[in-house]
């Protein structure tokens, strides 16, 4: 039965893989038997997780996702290093947090763009090589189903994530593309550092957390695979929310 979590002769593209919940997606992934692809931005991040793994069935990208031209050689040099793209996972993001009367346009176009953007062209881009099926992983969040305290563009993106991950199931189920959605609440990264460092915030999180603590990133990085492996062949569409029970009530 556990051979069915394996990903043994797949190969994985991940973006936004140089920090935090991206690096132990891609470690997790490696793990489980996958050739990797990491995507990020900056090089030193992406050398340092290719370390990490420690194996020859890893190479990385530098690339900005917001630019089809730039998805499109990582989809093509994945093809020519390992022959196949059976997974993809739509990790990278970013958040800007600004109250709703001070968000700026500029703002609406950096966050859509990273977020929800990038993953409508990732994945039409990947889908197009997956000629035997595959799996498609959007990383969105627990903002884009309950409303937080402030960063409506970042719930907008999220929200787009979620519906978006629907749709693409439902069109692509016949090529036997599953198509899912994680969405996590929060974990200890880079970029939540400071927040839940600050003690009068982390006691918010808690309070609202029926589990009355934080994630830990191999616990956002294990679902990834499932959804990613045969284990869940007949799950498409799907939002899994790994967020310690956070999604039943909301954060006011």
Not at 66 to 80: A, G, K, P, Y
């Amino acid at each position: 039965m556990l051979k069915s979590f394996s990903l043994e002769g797949k190969t994985a593209i991940v973006t936004g893989a140089g920090k935090g919940i991206g690096q132990a997606i891609a470690l997790a992934i490696a793990e489980a038997g996958a050739n990797v692809m990491l995507v990020a931005r900056t090089e030193s991040d992406l050398q340092n997780v290719k370390e990490l793994i420690g194996n020859d069935r890893t190479e990385y990208a530098v690339a900005d996702i917001t630019d089809r031209s730039q998805i499109r050689r990582v989809v093509e040099n994945t093809m020519e290093r390992f022959g196949a793209l059976d997974v993809l996972v739509n990790n990278a993001g970013m958040n800007i947090r600004s109250k709703l009367l001070d968000a700026t346009d500029d703002e609406w176009h950096k966050i859509m763009d990273t977020n929800a953007q990038s993953v409508f062209m990732f994945s039409q881009e990947a889908a197009k090589k997956m000629q035997s099926g595959g799996s498609i992983i959007n990383i969105s969040s627990v903002g884009g189903e309950r409303a937080l305290k402030t960063g409506v563009v970042y719930a907008a993106s999220k929200a787009a994530i979620i519906q978006m991950t629907r749709v693409m199931a439902m069109e692509w189920g016949e090529k036997n593309i599953r198509v899912n959605a994680i969405g996590p609440w929060y974990f200890r990264t880079p970029l939540t550092e400071k927040l839940l460092n600050d003690k009068e915030y982390l006691d918010s999180i808690l309070a609202v957390t029926p589990m009355k603590r934080v994630g830990e990133l191999p616990e956002v990085a294990t679902p990834v695979v499932f959804l990613a492996s045969e284990a869940s062949s007949y799950i498409t569409g799907q939002t899994l929310f790994v967020d310690g029970g956070m999604s039943i009530h909301g954060f006011s």
